[in-house]
């Protein structure tokens, strides 16, 4: 059984349709990459599944559930994770402090939150930066602290707002590392990027949006290859490339 | 938390030891002030500083605890501490059904909501004469007992304001380090993460402002009950609500010490500002100069006096 399936998404906003008509299934175990270009609709498909938003029409099914408008806290105690894309750290509490408050959902008190919080920041390479205030993180270390506090609330997906954003090269190594390390777990991740080389290296399927419509989905290696996700966002200089 | 509890308690033992040493019923009254104004500092601070929901109508909690706790006394004088306990239920209950309404506006909207339900409750309370007596207040008839002690002379209210005080002080500062307190601080720092780790921001909130209201409520009912008198002016106003903002914004709003330091400064500057010869020319002029310290400290210690005594303490260190 799939862990999240997407029945004909549509969002409207006024006259304008951000996302129409998306559908997807997301197996157990498996990492699907959400890719096209800006404004196609990708972070509006997230705040839909994740309860930020109400879909104008369609379902959302998580682990056999309807789940379609039901609130973030809740999606997020039955599993479902997520990151921003824009990131959102507490900033006056410690690196350590966000990761425990992440915790404590699933913790009955600080001291086993804490307890947690330890475990979450070394697997996150974030140990070294316990104690920096939030806000005064580099733009790298954040990225990682957002990955690092929806991994604390012990997600069964994760959905992933482009977490290389800004990054610098060997810092996406590093991040591709740690999304393999999570799925080697078990997590189901969706994750939204624009770094290819990341996609290529961690999605076992890509589904591509464009104008808020899926025009291409399937392997990785089949996708890079479709004309029309060719021409509407990777360009003719990355399939020459390639 | 360990230092917070030790350096409460020895200072709370102190006062208790030494301030019947020198007091007299000028001190006295201004002690108990400060105590007063602590309590409602921490109250608002719980709201406005630890979840980051600012009310500029806290004196409606204050109002309900404070009426409730003289209606009380006056009809059965029950003892002081399950009275002032059902104040700041009362106060509590009242906040339930503001929340409600009024936690779906954000920012400076709920700001402005939390101001307009304070003034309805100020225009009930002036019109509503068989309850509150309206604009003529209500004087305290009986001698009230706290655990079966009578209360009624300054030393017995400073010595109940000092125990309230640090109660509350103990309390707050468990409270910020439990689950509860965190999910406060979550929520102020940002309310679409604390949602993505499973915290449901209104039921924060909501709690937030029970527990504030019901400090104030306490507060509020401890404040009647020590004037002998209560009537809207005193109790409703937005003047109340504004001077707990101070209080709090002055030390340092989300700290525990903050409310404590910044009603010790703010209230006997007032004292002292009310009692210079050239300022008592005219009886409002102080209020002049303590709205300009205010902005000093606004303008130049955002984290207010807290942030100030850290800075001087850093400054040291780096010299030794």
Redesign the interface.
């Known amino acids: 059984m799939a862990i999240l399936k997407v029945e004909n998404l549509v969002k409207r906003f006024g006259g304008l349709a951000a996302v129409n008509g998306v559908s997807f299934e997301v197996g157990r175990g498996e990492i699907l990459a959400l890719i096209g270009p800006n404004g196609a609709g990708k972070t509006t498909c997230f705040n839909m599944i994740?309860g930020?938003m109400p879909p104008t029409e369609g379902k959302v099914i998580f682990d056999g559930k309807d789940v379609t408008g039901q609130?973030?806290?809740t999606l997020?105690?039955h599993g479902l994770?997520?990151t921003?894309q824009v990131v959102?750290?507490?900033?006056?509490?410690s690196v350590f402090?966000n990761v425990?408050?992440?915790c404590?959902?699933?913790?009955r008190?600080?001291t086993e939150?804490r307890g947690k919080a330890i475990g979450v920041l070394e697997r996150t390479g974030l140990a070294s930066l316990r104690d920096t205030l939030a806000g005064s993180l580099s733009i790298g270390h954040l990225k990682r602290l957002e990955v690092a506090?929806?991994l604390?609330?012990r997600p069964a997906l994760l959905l992933m707002d482009e977490p290389m954003g800004g990054l610098t090269p060997p810092e996406v190594d590093r991040a591709i590392e740690l999304i393999h390390d999570i799925n080697r777990d078990g997590v189901s991740i969706v994750i939204i990027e624009h770094i290819m080389k990341a996609v290529m290296a961690v999605a076992h399927s890509i589904v591509v949006l464009q104008n808020g419509e899926p025009i291409a989905r399937g392997k990785p290696e089949a996708v890079v290859r479709d004309d029309r996700v060719i021409r509407a966002y990777l360009g003719e200089g990355y399939a020459a490339g390639r | 938390m360990k230092t917070t509890f030790i350096s409460t308690t020895v200072t709370a033992a102190l006062l208790a030891i030494f301030v019947p040493m020198v007091a007299n019923l000028h001190t006295y009254s201004i002690v108990i002030t400060v105590l007063i104004w602590i309590m409602f500092g921490l109250s608002w601070n719980l709201l406005g500083g630890y979840t980051g929901q600012v009310s500029f109508g806290h004196a409606m909690f204050l109002g309900v605890g404070a009426y409730a706790s003289m209606l009380i006394v006056n009809a059965v004088n029950l003892d002081m501490a399950l009275t002032l306990l059902i104040g700041g239920l009362l106060a509590g209950l009242v906040s339930l059904a503001v929340g409600f309404l009024i936690f779906r506006l954000k920012g400076p909207y709920f700001a402005l909501g939390t101001l307009a339900f304070a003034e309805i409750i100020h225009i009930v309370a002036r019109n509503m004469k068989g309850v509150t007596n309206g604009g003529e207040g209500i004087m305290l008839m009986n001698r009230p007992t706290f655990l079966g002690i009578q209360v009624f002379n300054k030393t017995e209210y400073f010595y109940l304001a000092l125990l309230l005080a640090t109660l509350t002080i103990l309390f707050c500062a468990c409270l910020i380090?439990?689950?509860t307190g965190?999910?406060f601080?979550?929520v102020r720092?940002?309310q679409?993460?604390a949602?993505?780790?499973?915290?449901?921001?209104t039921v924060v909130k909501s709690r937030a402002l029970f527990v504030s209201a019901f400090l104030a409520g306490v507060a509020g009912g401890f404040y009647g009950l020590y004037n002998k008198f209560i009537d809207p002016e005193m109790t409703l106003t937005v003047h109340m609500s504004v001077e707990m903002i101070f209080v709090t914004v002055i030390g340092g709003i989300g700290t525990i010490a903050g409310p404590v330091i910044g009603s010790a400064v703010l209230i006997s500057l007032q004292e002292y500002l009310k009692s210079l010869d050239f300022l008592q020319a005219f009886p409002s002029l102080y209020l002049i100069v303590y709205g300009l310290l205010i902005m000093l400290v606004i303008v130049y210690l955002p984290g207010g006096l807290v942030e100030g005594l850290r800075k001087i303490r850093a400054r040291v260190k780096k010299e030794s």
């Open positions: 994740a930020y609130k973030p806290y997020n105690k994770a997520r921003f959102k750290p507490l900033a006056r509490l402090d425990m408050v992440a404590l959902s699933k913790s008190n600080i939150a506090r929806a604390a609330t | 380090r439990s689950k965190y999910s601080i979550a720092e940002d679409d993460s949602e993505a780790m499973g915290m449901n921001s």
